[in-house]
């Protein structure tokens, strides 16, 4: 059974680091890429980035200075850092299974930059 | 980056109508192997999206057959037969073309 689970602090101070993780079950980071994506709250969906199933990431050009994304295959974990957050950066963040499609999808963690 | 494109939809849509959301992308979605690279999916509220359609026209797995995919080369539309209360929700089309990957702003439906 193919799962995706977001993981993280519910809320960042601005300017500080957000690290999130997605653990995932059911298949191996090996076998298929997994993406990033966020929405603000009553926004639209954000393609942030991805984790290819061969360890290769590309970037949003938007965010490609403060993001980056990295794995543990071991742990089955795909992992975002995003420094220098802003207000606009609150959002829901998910992580998506690429299989050609994006039919698996995690439930989203809440992520509000505040002080 | 490609631009996608929504059209609205004239809500509230009485319950057993159909309702046909529009799509466009700012370059052509086909893709050398042939495919059409757009994605329509369905967000209900304080939910995940939901893939709905994938290849412009070929249903995920799961999906009503009143949800049907329809459009070539920069011009989609997602047509949905006999609304029902659960299709309430936001439908964001996507292309998956070339990267950055891109989402429509999204449509809302209402039923009435």
């Known amino acids: 059974q193919v799962q995706l689970k977001e993981s993280g602090p519910g809320l960042v101070q601005p300017s500080q680091t957000l690290s999130l993780t997605c653990t995932v079950s059911g298949f191996s980071l090996m076998d298929y890429s997994v993406h990033w994506v966020r929405q603000p709250p009553g926004k639209g969906l954000e393609w942030m980035g991805r984790m290819k199933y061969d360890g290769d990431t590309y970037y949003n050009s938007a965010l490609k200075s403060r993001l980056s994304i990295s794995r543990d295959t071991s742990k089955s974990q795909v992992f975002l850092k995003m420094n220098s957050l802003q207000t606009e950066d609150t959002a829901i963040y998910y992580c998506?299974?690429?299989?050609?499609?994006?039919?698996?999808w995690g439930q989203g963690v809440m992520v509000t930059v505040s002080s | 980056d490609i631009v996608m494109t929504q059209g609205a939809l004239p809500n509230p849509v009485p319950s057993g109508e159909s309702a046909s959301i529009t799509c466009r992308s700012s370059k052509s979605l086909v893709y050398k192997d042939g495919k059409t690279y757009l994605n329509w999916f369905l967000q209900r509220p304080g939910q995940s999206p939901q893939l709905l359609t994938y290849w412009t026209s070929t249903r995920a797995s799961g999906v009503s057959e009143r949800f049907s995919g329809s459009g070539s080369g920069t011009y989609f539309t997602l047509k949905i037969s006999r609304v029902r209360a659960e299709d309430a929700g936001v439908y964001y089309c996507q292309q998956v073309r070339e990267y950055p990957l891109t989402f429509g702003s999204g449509t809302k439906l209402e039923i009435k």
């Open positions: 998506t299974r690429d299989d050609g499609t994006y039919y698996y």
